[in-house]
């Protein structure tokens, strides 16, 4: 049973039972750090009072490894959905949180990953309200995997639709690219820098209402730059809208120690992971609105590019001294287990 004072205890079958251990570890670790009035209720559901649309996102989460600098699984899976969420246009309210564990993961970093589950909840202004755990055998898992679902409601001014993206719309990202990426894979590949590259994992849902309080109907449409990086988001975006996009090459930002980890390892960051990295599609009206507004808010916004009449749906970089190359699509998972 769960002693919290005993950091070599391991959760074991016995834990996803049902049964005595199953409650213990309920009691003694998941309601003790994550209770709130709707879960304290300890329904197989959650009685949720909500007016107005709904937006709805699921999303599961399998990093390896799952401590990693600047974040963990725990707070991943709170952020990804927060900010499905908010891409939607949506102010994110109650997630669920669910847990596949294999016996003999640590029950201190499960209590580790529980309270960073908290603490974003916190930040992000959620509620975790309804959940379950299960545990598999050793060699069924690979020490746990996270599920988050989550419900929010439609800002007043959204209007988030890639039918509404047009010719000559600006796109804008939020902040330099590659960050999350580069975390996982200097950490698994042991690399060493002058200083540490530290995941971008963060919440965006206050920033996303902020944006839509001010512009509103003139942001088009939105997206973070997860799995696949910036160039995948971008290529999803140009097929389902059959426009194209010309990108400059030197307005695409990257910190320098994660260039460097990029070169190191032969990756191209276009195509790395973020996890707090978003693409705002605008009317050119109030590009100028939501650059001010970002910068306000503490980040580091770049105006990278333009939607054209490109009916093949191509994505042109242009390079400052003008040469223009293909952002082609990925082919194939350049970084395995990194969301």
Known sequence: MPNQEDPTEKINLHHGSGGEHTTKLLNEVIFKYLGNP?????????????????????????????????????????????NDLSMCGAMPKYL????????????????QIIKSIRATADKAGVFIVTGDTKVVEKGKGDQIYINTSG???????????????????????????????????????????ES??????????????????????????LRDATRGGLASVLHEITTES???????????????????????????????????????????????????????????????????NDTNAKIILESAFGGKRVVSPLIGEQLPRIC
């Open 38 to 82: 709707i879960l304290d209720v300890r329904h197989d559901g959650a009685f949720l009072d909500i007016q107005g649309k709904l937006a709805f996102s699921t999303d599961s989460y399998v990093i390896s490894p799952i401590f990693f600098k600047g974040g963990n699984i725990g707070e991943l899976a709170v952020n990804g959905t927060v």
């Open 96 to 111: 669920s949180l669910a847990f596949i564990i294999e016996e003999g993961f640590g029950l201190d970093e499960f209590t």
């Open 151 to 193: 419900v929010g409601v439609l800002h007043e001014k959204a209007n988030i639709k890639i039918s509404r993206i047009q010719v000559g719309d600006s796109i804008i990202i939020n902040m330099p690219i590659a960050s999350h990426g580069m975390a996982i894979m200097s950490e698994r590949e042991g690399l060493q820098f």
């Open 196 to 221: 540490e590259i530290l995941s971008d994992t963060n919440n965006l849902n206050f920033m996303v209402e902020k944006l839509l309080d001010k512009c509103g109907e003139d942001i088009h449409f």
């Open 242 to 308: 059959t426009l194209g996009m010309l990108l400059e090459d030197e307005k695409i930002l990257v910190d320098t120690q994660v260039q460097s980890a990029c070169e190191i390892l032969g990756l191209d960051p276009l195509y790395v992971a973020n996890e707090g990295v978003f693409a705002c599609i605008v009317s050119p009206s109030v590009e100028n609105e939501i650059m001010e507004i970002l910068k306000f808010l503490g980040q580091n916004p770049s105006l990278i590019g333009k939607i054209t």
